[in-house]
């Protein structure tokens, strides 16, 4: 007699425990979408170019270091050309080595060189 009265009153009991279990679990989730939603956006970051130069720059490796289309104009090339140059110039702390095979993609882009121009 003991066991069965003792069984239902376990019951309800684990019921509650059970919906009070639910309960905070959708609080939490509901809790953690609008947190996610209400996180501003963050721009999608681009690879870099893993490998090194090659030996002659090719227009796709000019493109890669400029970071443009193979078969952009020559306004996109000189403006992508500037901001590479701005982030790298020597003058303010960036590498020259950097800043001649930045300036020898902006050559290849154009069509002005045909060969390796750089001083390194």
Not at 52 to 71: D, S, V, W
Request: charged residues 20%.
């Amino acid at each position: 007699m003991w066991k069965k009265c003792f069984v239902h009153q376990a019951t309800p009991f684990l019921a509650g425990l059970a919906v009070a279990a639910a309960a905070l679990a959708g609080r939490y989730g509901i809790q953690a979408w609008q947190a996610f939603k209400a996180r501003p956006p963050q721009p999608r970051m681009r690879r870099f170019y893993d490998g090194g130069f090659q030996p002659t720059m090719t227009r796709r490796e000019a493109a890669l270091i400029l970071g443009i289309r193979e078969n952009a104009t020559a306004d996109k090339v000189k403006e992508a050309h500037r901001r590479v140059m701005v982030a790298n110039h020597p003058d303010a702390g960036g590498s020259h080595y950097l800043a001649s095979k930045i300036n020898e993609a902006k050559d290849v882009m154009l069509g002005k060189a045909k060969g390796s121009g750089s001083a390194f």
